[in-house]
């Protein structure tokens, strides 16, 4: 008799007590859920407790974002299928569904990049659609470089889920939140200068770039469909590219 194939579920964690319990609400039909903690100092492990998930632990240290521990929490899964989540996003009922069918077919990909909703001020922002993440993927041979805004490194063909497949997306909740996407913009930058290292940037750069940034977000992608809510969203897409640019000039100034 052929074995059905299961699914492990790795969330990662640092402080996120305040969305975890609606992420792990939407998993818990999975085969396993196992969450990577970065040594939290709320009750984030006490609700992966409370949930019956396996904790794992990988050091904090200096780390600002969770890609460096995604390898390790990825090649520490039971399965050899493995969903990552992040612990404010939502997986849909539907997702699951298609997830496991998936997974049954001889000729199934060996990952799957996943449309994501995000929300911020409370509402869908229809400019970041579909914001397609490589979530899905058998586990072996998978890395994830250890930076902030990376994919893993899949062995085999990866395909994407139509975007009109909006059932399926993933939901983002963290960015609803400004003081949250202040302190995610500037643990980001500081994992992105790492990633650019030896990349050439001039002043000209701080112009150019946030301004490219909010003319893609707020015109191209069409967050002008969101009202204001779509305004702040172009607005801090670019503010975080002047925020990257500034501290790589800054480390470079310093260095001379």
Request: proline share 5%.
């Amino acid at each position: 008799m052929k074995t059905e194939p299961k699914i492990s579920v790795v969330i990662h964690t640092y402080n996120a007590a305040r969305e975890l319990p609606k992420a792990l609400d939407a998993v818990r039909d999975f085969d396993e859920v196992l969450v990577c903690d970065m040594e939290s100092t709320d009750n984030t492990v006490e609700i992966a407790e409370k949930y019956g998930c396996r904790i794992i632990t990988f050091p904090k240290g200096n780390h600002t974002c969770c890609e460096p521990a995604r390898t390790f929490a990825i090649q520490s899964a039971a399965y050899d299928w493995v969903l990552t989540v992040d612990a404010d996003e939502i997986v849909s009922p539907q997702l699951h569904v298609f997830l496991y069918d998936a997974i049954k077919k001889d000729d199934c990909p060996a990952g799957f990049w996943i449309p994501r909703k995000n929300f911020f001020m409370g509402k869908y922002m229809h400019s970041d659609y579909p914001d397609y993440q490589l979530r899905f993927f058998k586990k072996e041979g998978t890395e994830w470089p250890p930076f902030a805004h990376t994919s893993p490194s899949v062995q085999g063909l990866t395909v994407k889920i139509p975007r009109r497949r909006k059932e399926l997306a993933l939901i983002h909740l963290a960015d609803t939140r400004m003081e949250v996407r202040m302190r995610k913009m500037n643990g980001y930058t500081e994992s992105e200068m790492v990633k650019r290292a030896g990349r050439k940037y001039t002043f000209a750069s701080l112009l150019w770039r946030p301004l490219l940034r909010f003319i893609k977000s707020y015109i191209v992608k069409g967050g002008f469909l969101d009202g204001k809510a779509g305004f702040i969203n172009a607005r801090m897409d670019a503010f975080y590219q002047f925020v990257l640019i500034s501290k790589i000039l800054e480390k470079k100034y310093e260095s001379e």
